[in-house]
């Protein structure tokens, strides 16, 4: 108990502590006044100053009688739970604390820790957050005079204590107004992780571009150079014109080689049918001049049908999709090797390339909406079809899955070559997979777990 001793007039002792409440410039000088001081008004035995933390926690800060608090002294921890369990209940006044107060653990202790009767006074900043918790006891119990004067005089201890605190920082003078709104927080943080429940269907964006689902590849016929093209890259054409033409320079130098054999052989063989009729010899020799004639023959009608393969027809009605003639213009090809596509119009679909760092979850039948850049505002709808079980190298250089897709109705503006962006719909999951699915990838890529 203080050495102090209380003054005869209450009044005077009441202004002489808000006069030196006011007077201090540390937060440890004002609690010191409220443990010790605080005797001159009202007698007790023994008080305990409890102050907030940024949590809003009461933390023991000052006994009166002692110099120093030992956190983990067998007092002191009663101490602390004690005020953990009045904290909720003591709101805007001082309150008389008796052992019906405190849960049957506790209690069993208040005898050999404190005398009969016991008053908590809150420490309240202006606008009424709470910033502390002062705890006294004696023997005599509290009156309502005793307890008027202490609301008062702590009112004073609490804008006091507030003052000094507001010139501790920004930070920490945020960090208490923040705390003044924690029912708001606690309903905002509460809506969020029930937000994170909220069922949502999965999507991801990938580039896409109009292709023909059921296109045909017109190859080159035969080793050669392409010479020229008749039709222009994505035009129409009809069934039987001509697309492409290999150069047929050879071919006809070698078929007028073949023509001039050709004459020979037959006049080989017709001299020596005239000659059998004299000579056995002659006659011997016609059969194998004969063979030599059909020989030529095949091989001249050969290079007949060779030179009617150097114009390249479309076998249907159709689109020809290809680059740029002039790079295709002189270039050797061999046979086999796709030079056009021949899509039909009719049956356009969409080839999504879905980098494999934003896969999702894809069935048959998934939803698709395609973007296209000429017409961003009129998305086309489409159903998947089919998708790649192995990634390959886009046209970008990144390994995507190849998916396509067919539009739900033909659509005049989704012609072929055209590109865009893809949203491709996967199944439902919670709004928590969707937020935390590529992080979490991250983190496990990173840590290795």
């Avoid at 994505?234 to 078929?255: A, S, W, Y």
């Avoid at 896969?359 to 850049?373: K, T, V």
């Avoid at 998305?379 to 998708?387: D, I």
């Amino acid at each position: 108990m203080s050495a102090a001793r209380p003054a005869a007039d209450p009044l005077a002792a009441m202004l002489q502590l808000e006069a030196r409440s006011r007077a201090v410039l540390t937060e440890a000088e004002l609690l010191f006044v409220v443990a010790n001081e605080t005797f001159q008004l009202v007698p007790f035995r023994q008080a305990a100053v409890f102050r907030c933390d940024l949590f809003g926690k009461p933390r023991l800060k000052a006994v009166s009688g002692l110099a120093a608090v030992e956190d983990d002294a067998p007092y002191a921890q009663w101490l602390g739970a004690v005020t953990a369990t009045l904290w909720p209940h003591v709101k805007n006044a001082a309150r008389v604390i008796t052992v019906k107060d405190l849960p049957e653990t506790l209690a069993e202790d208040w005898s050999e820790w404190w005398p009969q009767h016991a008053l908590a006074c809150p420490l309240l900043a202006p606008d009424g957050e709470p910033l502390g918790l002062v705890l006294y006891v004696r023997d005599e119990p509290w009156t309502e005079q005793h307890t008027v004067m202490l609301n008062r005089l702590h009112a004073a201890y609490g804008y006091g204590l507030w003052a000094i605190s507001n010139q501790a920082g920004r930070l920490a003078r945020w960090w208490r107004r923040s705390r003044a709104q924690r029912r708001w927080w606690r309903w905002i943080a509460l809506a969020a992780v029930l937000a994170l429940f909220i069922p949502v269907r999965q999507s991801v964006l990938a580039p896409a571009e109009v292709i023909a689902l059921e296109a045909q590849a017109i190859a080159a016929p035969m080793d050669g150079v392409v010479k020229s093209f008749s039709v222009q890259p994505n035009r129409p054409v009809g069934k039987g014109e001509v697309i492409f033409t290999l150069d047929d320079t050879t071919l006809r130098n070698r078929r007028e080689v073949a023509l001039k054999a050709l004459e020979v052989a037959r006049a080989d063989a017709l001299l020596a049918a005239q000659k059998a009729f004299d000579s056995a010899q002659a006659k011997g020799e016609l059969g194998t001049l004969q063979g030599r004639v059909r020989e030529r023959e095949a091989e001249v009608a050969y290079l007949n049908e060779t030179l009617a393969r150097v114009q390249v027809r479309a076998p249907a009605d159709g689109v020809a999709v290809y680059g740029d003639p002039n790079d295709w213009i002189g270039r050797p090809v061999v046979t086999g090797e796709r030079i056009v596509l021949l899509a039909d119009p009719r049956d356009a679909g969409v080839l999504v390339w879905l980098p494999v760092a934003d896969a999702i979850n894809l069935e048959p039948g998934a939803d698709m909406r395609l973007f296209l850049h000429v017409a961003p505002l009129s998305p086309l709808t489409a159903q998947l079809t089919q998708t790649s079980y192995q990634a390959t190298l886009s046209p970008e250089g990144i390994a995507s899955y190849r998916i396509r897709g067919a539009f739900d109705r033909p659509a005049a503006e989704a012609r072929v070559g055209l590109k865009g962006t893809a949203k491709l719909y996967g199944e439902r999951v919670l709004l928590a997979y969707v937020l935390f699915r590529r992080p979490l990838a991250a983190l496990r890529e990173w840590t290795g777990l």
